[in-house]
């Protein structure tokens, strides 16, 4: 690659919310990003020419995380349009809430498939591709250590998730690749808010002593440091981007 020759960045699920931030926020930092999406092609392509009339590059690459042929095939599209892969953002997840007595089969077999199976997907495509100096991040959560009821599932598929963020740190000694995790709070998405009350929303945000919700540019920040020059001692690690709830 030389030196003049942008970086490059897959974001999976990053045609809204968080995902769509951290592509912005890359774009902004001077990576050509590849904006993953499984289902909602028109977000996407509203996301990528904004980056694009911003001054940024950005192109479209659709896949379902959970299957191996299309995340193999997302690869494949950012090597055609931008020559390789330097940094992979692990933000596509789905959370289904409901005890553990109450949860379905399908509800289980759905987290686990995206969550835990979806990022092992890509963390291992990553592991034969990614270019020397590369940089892996994880989206985890807080819900780790704070362990809400109704979190069961979901908890333990992010759990799964960290687990596999300090194994690979290893795995990859002698590339320069760092890989860590960033394990947001309670952030400000559309999606986050669908269906809770005011009052829901206001005692999520008082958990924190900041007293206040996080927003996808928070969780934006945290993942540009880490793939930026300034986070390269940064190994193996779980950041928890929360506001101090935990």
Same mark, same amino acid.
């Given at each position: 690659?030389?030196?003049?020759?942008?970086?490059?960045?897959?974001?999976?699920?990053?045609? &809204?919310?968080?995902?769509?931030?951290?592509?912005? &926020?890359?774009?902004?930092?001077?990576?050509?990003?590849? /904006?993953?999406?499984?289902?909602?092609?028109?977000?996407?392509?509203?996301?990528?020419?904004? /980056?694009?009339?911003?001054?940024?590059?950005?192109?479209?690459?659709?896949?379902?995380?959970?299957?191996?042929?299309?995340?193999? &095939?997302?690869?494949? /599209?950012?090597?055609?349009?931008?020559?390789?892969?330097?940094?992979?953002?692990?933000?596509?997840?789905?959370?289904?809430?409901?005890?553990?007595?109450?949860?379905?089969?399908?509800?289980?077999?759905?987290?686990?498939?995206?969550?835990?199976?979806?990022?092992?997907?890509?963390?291992?495509?990553?592991?034969? &591709?990614?270019?020397?100096?590369?940089? /892996?991040?994880?989206?985890?959560?807080?819900?780790?250590g704070l362990l809400h009821s109704n979190y069961a599932v979901y908890a333990a598929t992010k759990a799964g998730v960290e687990a596999m963020t300090r194994v690979l740190a290893k795995e990859l000694r002698g590339r320069n690749v760092t890989v860590n995790a960033v394990a947001p709070g309670p952030t400000a998405t559309a999606l986050f808010l669908e269906g809770k009350s005011r009052e829901a929303v206001d005692c999520l945000a008082g958990l924190a002593p900041l007293e206040r919700l996080g927003q996808p540019v928070d969780i934006a920040a945290v993942v540009a440091f880490l793939a930026s020059q300034d986070g390269a001692w940064i190994n193996g690690q779980v950041i928890r981007a929360n506001g101090g709830i935990i």
């Open positions: 690659m030389s030196g003049t020759q942008k970086k490059v960045a897959i974001i999976t699920g990053s045609a &809204r919310g968080v995902g769509a931030a951290i592509a912005e &926020r890359l774009a902004r930092d001077g990576f050509s990003v590849v /904006i993953n999406y499984a289902g909602n092609v028109a977000a996407a392509d509203t996301l990528a020419d904004k /980056i694009e009339m911003a001054g940024g590059r950005a192109i479209t690459a659709q896949a379902d995380v959970a299957r191996v042929s299309e995340v193999e &095939r997302m690869f494949e /599209i950012a090597d055609v349009a931008f020559g390789g892969v330097d940094v992979l953002v692990n933000n596509a997840g789905i959370m289904l809430l409901s005890t553990i007595a109450e949860t379905t089969d399908a509800q289980f077999e759905a987290q686990i498939a995206v969550n835990l199976k979806g990022v092992f997907n890509t963390l291992r495509e990553a592991a034969r &591709r990614i270019r020397h100096g590369g940089r /892996i991040i994880n989206l985890s959560s807080s819900q780790v």
